[in-house]
């Protein structure tokens, strides 16, 4: 247990379970980490789509943005609405489920679940891919880096670092002042310079242009920018965690958040156009992230740069560390609602729902497997599920203000309707123009999750009823047990396997497997060894049976010869011993023949509830 | 089952067995394959190691295999007379443990099971080297072929096809005759042009000579062509598979072997000459084996071509049933000695030694992949065994004829010391020559093989001295047990754990487990549901005991106590009731806490033998 001890603590009690209490400052990075390192990913994803265009793509980025700008700040109004409804933590489950019925609370879950495992890859591609920019030579070793970078994540939050905070603020506020710095830098050159900026280090050429611009490529490269706005959410989730007043401190946290986000996203798209910038092949060797180009034409290469490549790395990779944060929750409520197994219900040894952070490392380091740990092969994939949840929290919210008792504030249905309406939209352009590059694998895996988790939830129901009782106990037909001893040989195992049967019954059939059909030393022995000692204690004599076995099988004959007696004894309780060599040395394993586990799991799984098993252990002195 | 059924086949009753009886025709694929086989990887290893001498080195092939021949030829004698001296079958093991003692006994067993590993390796290894010599396209996927060819070698070995000489037979022969027939017309065309002939197909040109001779290359060269030596034990082993008279039939079989192979090296080594063959490198994108070269040069690339690679293909990948159909008895062997596990003696359900097979696989496979699939690479590691055994059952021999009764007949002690002396010569010039190559491998793993199996027997005894006993059962101090029901709430499974209790003993302790340390719904209930039924029926009433667990863990608390109450009454058995649910499908298995199994084996690990468990299953209607 020690090397578990080291990797994940000791074990913490219910009791050292405290509330967080945060302000601004704390929130910032804790719940707008995954939102604000978007900026890093969402921009590039659009500008990889616009590459067939040449250099005329930077003509079309403004205007994207400002859609997606648009689009942010309708979504930050109705999150602001939804702080206030639910002081209590408003995740897109809870308010769907509550307002709109089990079926979209599912539908917002499942879309969470498969969102939260993206987040997780995309973070953490985009972060190597960042330091795989800077550092061409890691290239190649990008899929080992990511598993890296994954592994770590999980063993932190396996720890249960929940005040994660803290270690996440540096590289959070460098991150947003290195951003500020290059882009505030950027603007004031193309100012300056008439909107001809010299860069201090050329950005690559742009592309020879392949195609010419369509509404359907646009719509494309909007539908990737999109992913710019995941994460927005996480502050309404986690409400409670904030200091006293909670809902306004939210609100302000969540409000710069989204004011820093739209400056980056407005910012980055300013500067490139400025500066001609274009992306690059994310599959080629000469690929940069457009960011590190961004900086480069802006600064050179030199510790500035340095320093803001360092903070987007960090800022990428622990923004997969909200999805370790939230999918486990998620994954709890579901598993407390019969949804998911109970075991995603149960605390760890550090107070962290720990299988819920293992299935979700396991699942992300499969997609990372998978898609080589190249984030834009990730990008079609996401923001349907994003998109898809915040539809169903927005419509929710709706809901919840036309019931609320008294006169319904038409304002704020408004201001939630305009969020459906907006992140609706956008969830079908989203799943319509990535549909063939892999959002149809989301658009089968939503239903596939959902009939898995009714399916659960029909299996627990059907299992609750079956053991459900209110009846007091039942004291009529208690019959001593038909102990079964299977002995080989005499031992001073057999002995000891008999002396307690013969505590437990007076009833004892003890099997004898032999491969000939004839009696042999253990039998020509046996009144000596057992019936004559039964005999004088004045103890009823255990029956011996002896058992051909053609085929050497020793375990079939036994658990046919108990089934047999079960039925033929119906109302009895069959009892079979089955003495085990216990050796506390794990290569003693393979030195011993399995048969007392067989024989254990053959009983079980070929029995009936008269038959148990009792297991006495012998341990070497 | 049933795949398992499909592939491996229905069980076989012991009574199934039966003696074969073969002949010489039968005798030589069976006993032969191994052997004869070698003549296609022999002298290409030799030949290999030669590649530094340029076109030289066809000078030096005929001496180097007059070694080998007059080497094959003592060796011959000598087992001619293991096989007089041992009709019932004498193996290494066998002779040098009867008649040298344990240590050399051991010694010889360990060096076969690592001989019969690269022999399975060496033989698929090289098999496909032949295919992919003729198919150069699959070169690429040369450990991919040797894979899936090791599959089914082992898969028809676990389906125990014993009698294997019918499908071996054909290939043996049509590699013979195909050899014969090729050798023979490059012979002839050797001496009817005058020592020049013109190849068919030129043979690659030989490679510029980068080094001089050396005896230290010529040792190195010789000690790889012992390889072809390999497999002619195998007569020897099996002699009682023999038709009577055995004794002669398999002396005959031998005789026949040992000629063909003397045949095929000397002939091999002629034509090449006369070709002015050399090898090429195994590792390159060119490399032909030198009977492909060879075939080529004779006869073209025909029918005739095709024929006899299909046949050198079979044969090698046959060759290595050689080790599959051995391995497992020498394990069996050393089983009953018990210097192996037990479970290498249990016959399976096609009576074959199923454990040993398998082990065998994994470790070729094992093998195979750490080199590659390379049989350049795997030859350093052979022979050293092979000639380490030779040798120990030779000298065995010796022992044997000395110590016979009566006169020492002195003709056959020269005959089996001039074997030992050859092949213990030889051992000693593999090991230094092959050293740095790899035979440093065994020299470390047959010491290493060696105190594995002195520890298996020590540990053996160990158990067997504390469960041996003669003493009759001893009826002193029977006591009801105290049962012990861990409760966490009122159920139909909590209810049929109780009875099963009340059945056995009067003496109830049930544990419920709480987070708080308060009693809750189940205690409050307790008296209605379970006290007032068992007054009621003039039992005695259970004790409830709770157990407090700020961990959350529910495991711990109770084998603590458990443990305690089993310190604090000695002399009494603690049965500990442990209701599971069984669902008998497996994805289930998901769905639920695995407490029970853990339940089950943190009492065996922390227990004593005072404290068993019993495993009460409950079925899902």
Request: hydrophobic fraction near 50%.
């Given at each position: 247990m020690s090397i578990i001890d080291f990797l994940i603590g000791k074990p913490l009690a219910t009791s050292e379970e405290r509330a967080e209490q945060i302000g601004v400052a704390a929130g910032i990075p804790i719940f707008g980490l995954d939102a604000l390192s978007s900026a890093a990913y969402g921009p590039?994803?659009?500008?990889?789509?616009?590459?067939?265009?040449?250099?005329?793509?930077?003509?079309?980025?403004?205007?994207?943005?400002?859609?997606?700008?648009?689009?942010?700040?309708?979504?930050?109004?109705?999150?602001r609405q939804t702080i206030a409804a639910y002081p209590g933590g408003g995740g897109s489950y809870t308010v769907a489920h509550e307002n709109l019925g089990t079926f979209p609370g599912l539908l917002a879950a499942a879309a969470l679940m498969i969102d939260y495992v993206l987040t997780?890859?995309?973070?953490?591609?985009?972060?190597?891919?960042?330091?795989?920019?800077?550092?061409?030579?890691?290239?190649?070793?990008?899929?080992?880096?990511?598993?890296?970078?994954?592994?770590?994540?999980?063993?932190?939050?396996?720890?249960?670092?929940?005040?994660?905070?803290?270690?996440?603020?540096?590289?959070t506020y460098l991150f947003l002042a290195c951003m500020m710095i290059a882009i505030g830098l950027g603007v004031f050159k193309i100012l300056t310079s008439g909107g001809h900026p010299t860069p201090v280090m050329a950005p690559p050429p742009a592309p020879a242009a392949t195609e010419a611009v369509t509404l359907w490529l646009l719509l494309k490269a909007f539908s990737s920018g999109c992913t710019a706005l995941t994460g927005v959410e996480a502050v309404s989730n986690g409400v409670k965690a904030f200091r006293e007043p909670t809902v306004p401190t939210a609100q302000r946290t969540l409000g710069i958040i989204i004011a820093c986000l739209v400056l980056m996203l407005g910012g980055i798209a300013f500067v490139a156009r400025g500066y001609g910038i274009t992306a690059t092949d994310p599959t080629s060797d000469q690929y940069q992230s457009v960011l590190s180009i961004m900086l480069m034409a802006v600064s050179g290469r030199g510790t500035f740069y340095a320093v803001a490549i360092i903070s987007i790395l960090l800022v990428l990779i622990f923004s997969a560390n909200t999805a370790f944060a939230d999918f486990p929750r998620v994954c709890r409520i579901l598993a407390e609602d019969s949804f998911m197994p109970v075991s995603f219900g149960n605390r760890g040894r550090r107070l962290v729902y720990s299988e819920g952070i293992i299935v979700l490392a396991v699942v992300t380091g499969a997609l990372l497997i998978l898609f080589g740990g190249v984030t834009d092969r990730l990008i079609p994939l996401y923001a349907v599920g994003a998109f898809m949840a915040f539809t169903l929290s927005q419509a929710g919210m709706v809901k919840h203000w036309i019931k609320q008792e008294g006169k319904t504030n038409w304002h704020y249905v408004?201001?939630?309707?305009?969020?459906?309406?907006?992140?609706?939209?956008?969830?079908?352009?989203?799943?319509?123009?990535?549909?063939?590059?892999?959002?149809?694998?989301?658009?089968?895996?939503?239903?596939?999750?959902?009939?898995?988790?009714?399916?659960?939830?029909?299996h627990y129901n059907f299992v609750s009823q079956q053991v459900r009782t209110i009846e007091p106990l039942n004291m009529q037909g208690l019959h001593e047990p038909i102990v079964v001893v299977p002995m080989p040989y005499w031992s001073h195992i057999a002995q000891m396997a008999l002396r307690q049967a013969m505590e437990i019954s007076k009833e004892i059939k003890v099997l004898h497997v032999a491969e000939e059909d004839k009696p042999d030393a253990f039998c020509?022995?046996?009144?000596?060894?057992?019936?004559?000692?039964?005999?004088?204690?004045?103890?009823?004599?255990?029956?011996?049976?002896?058992?051909?076995?053609?085929?050497?099988?020793?375990?079939?004959?036994?658990?046919?010869?108990?089934?047999?007696?079960?039925?033929?004894?119906?109302?009895?309780?069959?009892?079979?011993?089955?003495?085990?060599?216990?050796?506390?040395?794990?290569?003693?394993?393979?030195?011993?023949?399995?048969?007392?586990?067989?024989?254990?799991?053959?009983?079980?799984?070929?029995?009936?509830?008269?038959?148990?098993?009792?297991?006495?252990?012998?341990?070497?002195?």
């Open positions: 590039e994803a659009a500008m990889t789509l616009l590459i067939p265009l040449g250099l005329a793509s930077v003509q079309h980025l403004l205007p994207l943005t400002s859609c997606l700008i648009a689009l942010l700040i309708i979504v930050f109004f109705s999150y997780a890859a995309v973070g953490i591609s985009a972060g190597i891919g960042a330091l795989t920019s800077a550092l061409p030579s890691l290239h190649s070793r990008t899929l080992t880096l990511c598993l890296v970078a994954l592994a770590i994540i999980t063993v932190v939050n396996l720890r249960g670092v929940r005040e994660s905070g803290g270690l996440f603020m540096l590289p408004f201001i939630n309707a305009l969020g459906a309406l907006g992140t609706g939209v956008t969830t079908i352009v989203v799943a319509v123009t990535k549909f063939a590059d892999g959002a149809w694998i989301i658009v089968l895996l939503i239903p596939t999750v959902l009939v898995l988790m009714y399916w659960v939830r029909r020509a022995r046996w009144h000596e060894y057992v019936e004559s000692p039964a005999e004088k204690a004045g103890y009823p004599r255990p029956e011996l049976i002896q058992l051909h076995s053609p085929y050497r099988f020793v375990i079939a004959p036994i658990v046919d010869y108990v089934c047999k007696i079960s039925d033929e004894n119906p109302g009895r309780r069959i009892v079979t011993i089955v003495p085990e060599l216990v050796e506390r040395k794990w290569y003693a394993y393979f030195l011993h023949t399995q048969r007392a586990a067989l024989l254990k799991y053959n009983l079980l799984i070929r029995g009936n509830d008269h038959i148990s098993v009792l297991n006495i252990p012998w341990y070497l002195k």
